[in-house]
């Protein structure tokens, strides 16, 4: 029998299993802290990531370190918050408790599953090798690896075979929502700079880094104006925008779009999601992405002891409009569950339905450009990197955290310097191409 499955079932508090630590549920754990409700948060990393800025890790901007934070250390002063480092395979409803992989089970009187997505492929997921997304530090830390060492490779061949140098020189981004974006203006920066000021055999007349999108514009979920405004940035970073462009098939070789085959090293995903397994642990209905469909009040239909959300939940809040899957709206799904279960333990009046407020939409295009919406207002340029920036550091977790990023970021804009560009993981990258080279005789 596992550690887990032997810790006590019986508890005379009410018992709130939180799986998933990400914005939505250290939301829920921070409004239950000191209510006298036991809460155990499981999570299959020991880590909170601060997503938004998980790019620009991948892009050598920053070190994980300073968008990540130990779970542990986020609720050590919850006396009645114990953290689990395990993997949750089902939950049974009927009986109100949730399996875990090593075979372990955890009793509840309330459920709150706060798992998040994963990267969709539209049904192609032999194309997750080829193009990775990024939606962990191990993603990042991989994507940032494949850039770093497309660049040294490029400058190892020099002049010896164009071809193969042009490969390593073209990056390609699949996807032109926000993360697409800010990736492709983070690659762009990073390797212009780089083949300025460190390498000798490759210049930024060298690169190729190309944005894809198969909608008619950037940013769709933005005003026109606001993705033009993207696309034109972008166009003077030297990205090469490609609207209505399908992709076809992702290989070893590179890319398709149409009946274009673009060979290149680094191609990297930020075209869509998939939720988690969660519809499937309870059998309900959920939409194409796999997000549960939950009540007004964010719990499952038949089930008003679990509550989904984050970029699990599919939800048409009071306005009739879709949350969107963001951290605000996470955090706020987190804080709006903490109150609906704080009333039922109390016997008092349930909060009204969820609603959605939205702040505003951001997107960054690189050091000194972004483009912003806050309720009417419509802000492009340096205003609108500066409020991209100011909102960013504010919702990382922890003093620390702050103080390093913005003190990272005023450093990058002043000296252009990334200090983050460091390769790691060549063991297995040497492995991989020892394994895939085929030696000749004499």
């Known amino acids: 029998m596992s550690p887990v499955s032997q810790l006590p079932s019986h508890n005379t508090k009410p018992r709130v299993i939180i799986i998933g630590a990400g914005f939505g549920g250290l939301s829920v754990a921070r409004g239950l802290a000191h209510s006298g409700v036991t809460i155990t948060l499981i999570d299959r990393q020991n880590h909170h990531v601060f997503q938004p800025l998980l790019y620009q890790v991948a892009t050598a901007g920053l070190s994980p370190a300073d968008i990540a934070a130990p779970i542990r250390s986020i609720v050590k002063r919850q006396?009645?918050?114990?953290v689990l480092l395990a993997e949750v395979k089902g939950v049974d409803a009927d009986q109100r408790r949730v399996l875990l992989s090593d075979g372990g089970t955890l009793d509840y009187d309330a459920l709150v599953i706060a798992t998040g997505a994963r990267h969709g492929y539209f049904g192609r997921d032999e194309w997750a090798e080829h193009a990775p997304g990024i939606k962990t530090i191990d993603d990042a830390t991989r994507v940032r690896r494949s850039i770093l060492l497309a660049m040294e490779r490029a400058e190892t061949i020099r002049q010896e075979s164009l071809p193969d140098r042009d490969e390593y020189l073209t990056f390609v981004v699949v996807g032109g929502g926000p993360t697409g974006v800010e990736m492709a203006g983070a690659i762009a920066e990073l390797t212009r700079h780089a083949t300025d000021m460190d390498f000798r055999f490759i210049t930024r007349r060298c690169l190729r880094i190309m944005l894809v999108e198969a909608g008619d514009r950037l940013l769709p979920t933005f005003p026109a104006k606001l993705g033009?405004?993207?696309?034109?940035?972008?166009?003077?970073?030297?990205?090469?925008?490609?609207?209505?462009?399908?992709?076809?098939?992702?290989?070893?070789?590179?890319?398709?779009?149409?009946?274009?085959?673009?060979?290149?090293?680094?191609?990297?995903?930020?075209a869509g999601v998939q939720a988690s397994d969660a519809a499937k642990w309870l059998d309900v209905e959920a939409d194409r992405s796999g997000r549960v469909k939950v009540e007004r009040d964010l719990s499952v239909p038949g089930h008003p002891d679990i509550f989904v959300i984050g970029d699990t939940a599919s939800l048409v809040d009071a306005s009739g409009q879709p949350v969107p899957g963001v951290a605000s709206a996470a955090k706020q799904e987190g804080m709006h569950v903490a109150r609906s279960l704080l009333a039922r333990f109390t016997g008092s009046q349930a909060p009204p339905p969820f609603h959605y407020r939205n702040w505003g939409n951001l997107a960054t295009i690189g050091r000194k450009r972004a483009v912003a919406k806050i309720g009417s207002l419509q802000i492009t340029g340096l205003a609108a990197w500066l409020l991209w920036s100011t909102a960013h550091i504010y919702f990382l977790v922890g003093f620390r955290n702050r103080i390093v990023v913005g003190a990272?970021?005023?450093?990058?804009?002043l000296t252009f310097e990334r200090g983050a560009r460091l390769i790691t993981g060549m063991t297995h990258v040497v492995r991989r191409d020892a394994e895939t080279h085929t030696p000749t005789s004499d």
């Open 79 to 82: 006396k009645e918050t114990r």
């Open 228 to 270: 033009d405004a993207a696309r034109k940035a972008l166009g003077g970073l030297g990205v090469i925008v490609r609207l209505n462009g399908r992709v076809t098939d992702i290989g070893d070789y590179g890319v398709t779009i149409g009946d274009e085959r673009i060979a290149t090293a680094t191609v990297i995903w930020a």
């Open 408 to 413: 990272n970021w005023l450093w990058n804009y």
